[in-house]
């Protein structure tokens, strides 16, 4: 495996100078010289450093690698808040119970010799009272003695017994690295006072009268030096003869037979004290070890507590088992709510990845009612919207892409070369509000002398009103060749093209052609739509201009001079109404008039002063009135753009102007 990380290199190169000390250290044993002992220190050092290192590396793996999966999380999380304190609480349990029967075993078992204690001692206040009475001699009392066989009783004078004896003693005593039982009580005979001692050996045949209910007892010397060569023990305690050799121990009994599969062994040490004959100090000096079982045990509690044995027993396996069924239906409840996370997780995370790799229709088979589950049902829901929005997207575009194509045909639409005759300018601009334009313009051209002009609006925004501006475009234009034609045909005959038709053929009539149109389209188009629209004819001869206005905004006349002329002869609207009549009206332009046609969205468009409106376009338009018709138009969509500021454009913007030179 690769190393990926800078700890990782570095162990890495800690591992390889460790492996070239370890060489160095080999050649320099094999070469017999004492430089080898001085890398022990260095080797030691870094391995210690490299089993930090490992240990680092291999938790930054577990936290990276083995912790990444959500499942791993949770039954990690609920090893430390269930399992570690479960584990800790049954091992400081059985810890506890161990100890407890240990004591308990060490207890009883330091009971039994203090017991032989008493029992000696009353053992002797009996000798003692047997020599006041002259019965018998401290050896023939000692010989009928069937509770301590092999006691010896012993009259010393007081001044002969050690200083710190009392009568009334009785304990276990250590001399001369021997262990006895020993019981001193003070008598009266007719030598005198005397202290009558009671000695019995504390030996193997003692240990086996203690270990008779118990066990198996071994007793060893624990204040001695052993001497490994000959296997003895030697005082090292202070008082005592150093050269005496005891024993390494004594040991008596044997373990009781099971009675049950679970009535294991149970082992147990303990001290016990005892009482230096010499000196009279409390020393211990003594190490007991044994081996028993809970059986045993359990009847010395019996015996103690009676009737309520069983009871107790009942209630601490019926306790142990209550518990073991909750930390059971513990482990089993966590097991099924992390399955139940994990397995949302899991699926939520699959979904994902279907969803990454573009697979919308994916969906998670949801099977519980919970959190979790409204989560899964969640991203369902949320994986159907965006399915739906991609389907939308995708839908826009390709409308998107068929008005970028609509737009790129309206514009062809629009007048592409703009000529107007050797006394009158013409220029016209459309700037629709969204990709196609409802708005309508048109120049119409009747020869070199005549020049027609259509300014429109149609009702509505987007595909609807560029329909119907469309339609509107092309029935215009289809009345001007019929009515071309007609007067060709009528002056030439119906063989000859329309190429040949003269000059000064007369212009159609702008009030016919409204109510033509006003009728096709009230015919062909639903009831609400309409169109206002504005026609005019110009003669280059005359001078002069035959319109008519459908309610359109009236186009205006500015004169050199500042004054103002507006054209609003006409009707309504085309196409609301099925048989309308409108009127037509012939005005004449001088030198320097401009001619003004707009849409609304020129003059409606507001800001926090109100609307833009007509006289701030006539006033821009006056002040560049000697520019090119191509500025004026610049400079007048730029001022209703400054007007509107930052926020989009509200509607369709035309502007047509006319100049006579």
Same mark, same amino acid.
């Given at each position: ?9 570095? $162990? ?8 070239? +000390?370890?060489? +160095?250290? @080999? ?11 001085? /890398? ?14 490992? *240990? ?5 793996? *577990? ?33 506890? #119970?161990?100890?407890?029967?240990? &004591? ?49 009783? $012993? +009259? ?12 009334? *003693? ?50 060893? @010397?624990?204040? *001695? ?24 121990? %004594? ?60 009871? /107790? ?13 909750? =930390? ?17 997780? #899991?699926?939520?995370?699959?979904? !994902? ?8 229709? &994916? ?14 049902? #969640? ?10 929005l991609i389907l939308e997207q995708k839908e826009k575009e390709r409308l998107q892409s068929e008005l970028e194509i609509a737009h790129e045909v309206q514009a062809q639409l629009f007048p592409q070369i703009i000529s107007g005759t050797s006394t009158l300018e013409l220029y016209g601009v459309c700037r ?62 119906? &063989? ?35 169109? !206002?629209l504005f026609l005019g004819f110009y003669d280059d001869i005359k001078h002069r201009m035959t319109y008519s206005n459908a309610g359109h905004l009236p186009p205006i006349i500015l004169a050199r001079d500042g004054s103002l002329r507006r054209l609003e002869t006409g009707g309504t609207v085309v196409g ?44 821009? %338009? ?12 610049? &400079?007048?969509?730029?001022? =209703? ?19 006579? %030179?």
């Amino acid at each position: 495996m690769v190393p990926r990380t800078r700890l990782a290199y570095f $162990t890495l190169y800690m591992a390889g100078t460790e492996a070239v +000390l370890l060489l +160095l250290q @080999w050649i320099l044993k094999l070469a017999g010289t004492k430089a080898a002992a001085s /890398v022990d220190g260095w080797t030691t050092f870094l391995a210690w450093v490299i089993g930090l290192l490992l *240990f680092l590396l291999v938790l930054r793996w *577990f936290r990276g690698y083995f912790l990444w999966s959500v499942r791993n999380r949770l039954i990690v999380t609920y090893l430390f808040i269930g399992g570690v304190p479960v584990a800790l609480l049954t091992a400081m349990a059985i810890g506890s #119970a161990y100890v407890g029967v240990e &004591h308990l075993a060490t207890f009883i078992t330091v009971s039994e010799i203090r017991g032989q204690e008493q029992r000696l001692a009353a053992a002797n206040i009996a000798a003692v009272e047997e020599i006041e009475r002259h019965s018998g001699t401290p050896e023939q009392i000692a010989a009928h003695d069937l509770a301590f066989p092999g006691r010896s009783i $012993t +009259l010393v004078s007081p001044s002969a017994a050690p200083k710190w004896l009392k009568s009334g *003693f009785a304990s276990l005593v250590t001399e001369q690295g021997h262990a006895y039982l020993r019981a001193a009580h003070s008598a009266t005979t007719p030598q005198g006072p005397r202290l009558v001692i009671s000695n019995v050996p504390f030996d193997q045949k003692m240990l086996a009268r203690i270990a008779t209910k118990l066990g198996a007892l071994s007793v060893t @010397w624990v204040d *001695f030096e052993r001497n490994k060569e000959k296997g003895t023990f030697r005082i090292s305690a202070p008082g005592v003869n150093p050269n005496v050799a005891l024993p390494a121990g %004594i040991s008596a009994g044997s373990v009781p037979p099971p009675l049950a599969g679970f009535d294991r062994e149970v082992d147990f040490v303990g001290l016990v004290q005892s009482t230096d004959w010499e000196t009279g100090e409390s020393a211990t000096r003594l190490f007991l070890r044994g081996t028993t079982r809970f059986s045993t045990l359990y009847s010395y509690l019996g015996s103690a507590m009676g009737i309520w044995t069983g009871a /107790v027993g009942i209630f601490l396996i019926g306790a142990a088992i209550a518990l073991a069924l909750v =930390v059971l239906v513990a482990l089993i409840i966590g097991i099924s709510l992390t399955r139940k996370i994990t397995y949302s997780v #899991a699926n939520l995370y699959k979904a !994902t990845q279907h969803i990454n790799r573009g697979d919308f229709t &994916h969906r998670i088979q949801v099977r519980e009612r919970d959190q979790l589950a409204a989560l899964q049902l #969640a991203f369902n829901s949320m994986t159907e919207s965006v399915e739906r929005l991609i389907l939308e997207q995708k839908e826009k575009e390709r409308l998107q892409s068929e008005l970028e194509i609509a737009h790129e045909v309206q514009a062809q639409l629009f007048p592409q070369i703009i000529s107007g005759t050797s006394t009158l300018e013409l220029y016209g601009v459309c700037r629709p509000a969204r990709i196609v334009s409802g708005d309508y313009y048109d120049f119409l051209s009747y020869g070199p002398d005549q020049v027609g002009i259509a300014v429109g609006d149609i009702s509505g925004k987007g595909i609807s009103a560029a329909l119907l501006m469309a339609t509107i475009h092309s029935a215009v234009r289809a009345y001007e060749q019929e009515q071309l034609v007609s007067i060709s045909a009528a002056a030439y005959g119906t &063989h000859n093209r329309i190429a040949a038709v003269e000059p000064r053929i007369a212009p159609p009539s702008p009030a016919q052609m409204l109510w033509l149109l006003n009728r096709h389209l009230f015919q062909s188009t639903q009831p609400e739509k309409y169109a !206002t629209l504005f026609l005019g004819f110009y003669d280059d001869i005359k001078h002069r201009m035959t319109y008519s206005n459908a309610g359109h905004l009236p186009p205006i006349i500015l004169a050199r001079d500042g004054s103002l002329r507006r054209l609003e002869t006409g009707g309504t609207v085309v196409g609301l109404f099925p048989d309308r009549d409108y009127e037509e009206e012939t005005v004449e332009l001088y030198p320097g008039d401009i001619f003004i046609a707009f849409s609304d969205g020129m003059t409606e468009p507001e800001n926090e002063f109100g609307e833009f409106g007509e006289e701030r376009l006539i006033e821009t %338009i006056a002040a560049s009135r000697h520019l090119p018709l191509s500025r004026i138009t610049e &400079h007048a969509i730029s001022a =209703v753009q400054d007007w509107i500021g930052s926020t989009e454009q509200p509607d369709d913007i035309t502007l047509v102007l006319a100049r006579r %030179i």
